[in-house]
């Protein structure tokens, strides 16, 4: 069974950095395009970041310029590089496959940002 783990979430400060990563095992990234997603309290999940089987890579627009998302087809894992952290990048973040999220949701990692 497929499984996906998310790490590297904490608590920052406004302005701070975070790296976040994605793990899996039994599925190998390179053949999907994957995306990280994010849900704060009282809200929809919503796409954050995709990046595509060739390396495009595309964001929501709140994040652009501060997010990049980039992976290492020859180990697996995907990142997920935040800067300039603000407040309302405060949610719990989850990486899967894109545009349907094909795989059991792991139990993502939790961004808080204090301002």
């Known amino acids: 069974q497929v499984q996906l783990v998310e790490s590297g979430g904490g608590l920052v400060q406004a302005g701070g950095s975070l790296r976040l990563s994605c793990a899996a095992s039994?599925?190998?990234?390179?053949?999907?395009?994957m995306a990280w997603y994010r849900q704060a309290t009282g809200k929809q999940r919503e796409v954050v970041a995709v990046i595509m089987g060739g390396g495009k890579t595309n964001y929501e627009d709140s994040v652009k310029c501060r997010f990049t998302i980039s992976r290492d087809n020859a180990k697996n894992p995907m990142y997920l590089q935040m800067n300039s952290l603000k407040p309302e990048d405060t949610a719990v973040y989850y990486c899967n496959t894109y545009p349907r999220a094909s795989i059991l949701w792991g139990k993502g990692t939790l961004v808080t940002v204090s301002s």
């Open positions: 039994g599925i190998a990234f390179s053949r999907y395009a």
